[in-house]
Structure formats: structure tokens, C-alpha cells
């Protein structure tokens, strides 16, 4: 996510998209509802994010088992580390061989829908903020306003 002047206190460029500002690491169900939701810098790299999303979950979610991950959560070192803190299984959720540009990857577009669910709020349209906890509390409070329209439609 790119952020803007006020928040480059906490920032760093993610080379791989080319980005200057914050990664969201972000654990939802398969209704597409966050678990748990972590900031950090952009370049820092993602199984470290991870476990920063992961570390003390296992006491508030006990039924998790699995968790599907992007290709960029892969790695050995995360996968034992899942098994040994939390008794998950870490399945890392690869792009189909052989395909370029855009393709539906399976299981990966339920975090995709929820980034773009927070993504319609336009102060979630950059990082604005200039502490990490903020930007986590505005993605927990974009996801209520969206459950509240939901509960007010069907009435």
C-alpha cells in the first residue's frame, strides 16, 4: 500500500512491486472475514509479517487447521514454524504453470475480494496514518461498516 509524507516515519520500498510505503498482512475465513490483520513495512519480507500475524493466535481461533497462503509465504522455515507454534498446516496456494499475465488462482481470491472490500473505503485508498496500529484499527473498522450495510440490507 503507498503511503503518504505524513506516514514515512514507518515505510520502506518493496522491490519486487516497486512500491514505497506498507504491506497489510491480513488472516480472514473462507467467507472472506479477518482473523487477524498485521501492518508493517513494505520491505519486510513476508514470512516475517507472518508470523507477526500469526503469534498468539492460537488461543483466540482454536478450530483453525489450515491456512492458505500466497506464493509468498512459501518456505520450509514457515511451514515448520506454523506446525510447531500453532498445529497448522501451511499449504502455499501456486499460480498455474505455464500461464502469464492475470489468472483466478484458487482459494487466493477470497483475500484478493476482502482487500478489495477495504480498498472501496477512500481513506483506505492509501495509508494516510502515521502509526501501523491505525491503519490496522481503520481495516477492522472498514470490514464493520461493511457487515453492518450487509445486516441493514436484509432487514
Given amino acids: 500500500m503507498k503511503t503518504v509524507e505524513e506516514s514515512a516515519g514507518i515505510s520502506g520500498f518493496d522491490a519486487y512491486k516497486r512500491v514505497k510505503g506498507r504491506k497489510r498482512h491480513i488472516l480472514v475465513d473462507t467467507l472472506g472475514l479477518p482473523l487477524s490483520i498485521y501492518v508493517t513495512e513494505a520491505d519486510m519480507h513476508d514470512t516475517r509479517g507472518a508470523r507477526c500475524l500469526l503469534a498468539g493466535l492460537k488461543y483466540f481461533v482454536p478450530r483453525l487447521k489450515k491456512i492458505w497462503a500466497d506464493a509468498a509465504y512459501r518456505g520450509q522455515e514457515l511451514a515448520e514454524w506454523c506446525q510447531t507454534t500453532g498445529d497448522w498446516e501451511l499449504e502455499v496456494v501456486e499460480r498455474p504453470v505455464g500461464v502469464r499475465g492475470f489468472s483466478v488462482v484458487?482459494?487466493?481470491?477470497?483475500?484478493?475480494?476482502?482487500?478489495?472490500?477495504?480498498?472501496?473505503?477512500?481513506?483506505?485508498s492509501k495509508d494516510y496514518e502515521r502509526k501501523v496500529q491505525t491503519s490496522e484499527t481503520l481495516i477492522q473498522i472498514a470490514m464493520i461498516r461493511l457487515l453492518v450495510a450487509r445486516l441493514g440490507r436484509n432487514n
Avoid at 484458487?106 to 483506505?124: H, L
Fill in 106 to 124: 484458487p482459494k487466493r481470491w477470497v483475500v484478493e475480494r476482502t482487500f478489495s472490500w477495504v480498498s472501496r473505503n477512500r481513506r483506505m
